[in-house]
């Protein structure tokens, strides 16, 4: 099946600083989705993005899907933004739920 | 907003109950999914389905079983409960598009189950 992997596993940043998370997949895809899991355990779903660029407020997303791999951004980072992110893909042409990666683990600190 | 809504939050059983899981969306979605999510190991598919009375397994649904008799609602059942199955169970939902596409999946808040 279809591989997904994030980088870096773990992430320490200091508050307002600016970060980039990786997801690389192994095929193409249709359908790519960012999640946010917070300390709760909620997992918000921040964009869907199978390709192109999308924004909102802080948090922006691109994808290249040609080169197989999707970058998120957190600028002037929060605490509220700790927790752990989430990429998950569904391989083209399949009709398969999403494969989950295994995330990239972020704590903002004051 | 989609609301997906798990029926514990917490929940510990005794080894050998059958444990009921429930799950219901309020948007009318055609597609829903079980999750458990366990450190080191990120979500992993247990069931899914894309229809009422429909459901397809995932990649781990021994000691599992599934129903959905009616669209909006999706149980997670497990048979004969045992410790290796402690874990944090998350339901989500997702609408069926055109072609084969799927769009956003929402996920419910999870129900930490404890078996003992």
């Known amino acids: 099946g279809i591989q997904v992997e994030q980088s870096p596993p773990d992430l320490i940043l200091q508050e307002g600083a600016n970060s980039t998370l990786r997801c690389n997949f192994s095929d193409s895809v249709n359908n790519l989705q960012w999640f946010h899991q917070n300390p709760w355990g909620q997992l918000i779903n921040l964009f869907y993005i199978p390709s192109g660029t999308k924004q909102n407020g802080r948090l922006s997303a691109t994808t290249v899907a040609t080169e197989r791999y999707s970058l998120l951004y957190i600028s002037s980072s929060q605490t509220t933004d700790s927790g752990v992110y989430f990429c998950a893909v569904e391989k083209h042409g399949g009709r398969t739920p999403l494969v989950f990666g295994k995330g990239t683990r972020l704590s903002v600190i004051a | 907003d989609v609301k997906v809504t798990q029926s514990s939050r917490y929940l510990v059983k005794r080894t050998g109950e059958k444990v009921f899981l429930e799950c219901v969306q309020d948007?009318?979605?055609?597609?829903m999914f079980w999750y458990r999510q366990d450190p080191g190991l990120g979500l992993r598919l247990i069931y899914f389905s894309y229809d009422v009375k429909m459901k397809e397994k995932g990649d781990i649904p021994e000691g599992y079983s599934v129903s959905r008799e009616k669209k909006e609602r999706f149980s997670l059942i497990l048979e004969s409960a045992s410790t290796n199955q402690t874990s944090m169970y998350l339901c989500?939902?997702?609408?069926?598009?055109?072609?084969?596409?799927?769009?956003?999946?929402?996920f419910g808040s999870g129900t930490q189950l404890s078996v003992l």
């Open positions: 948007m009318d979605h055609e597609n």
């Open positions: 989500a939902s997702s609408p069926l598009t055109s072609g084969t596409a799927r769009r956003k999946l929402f």
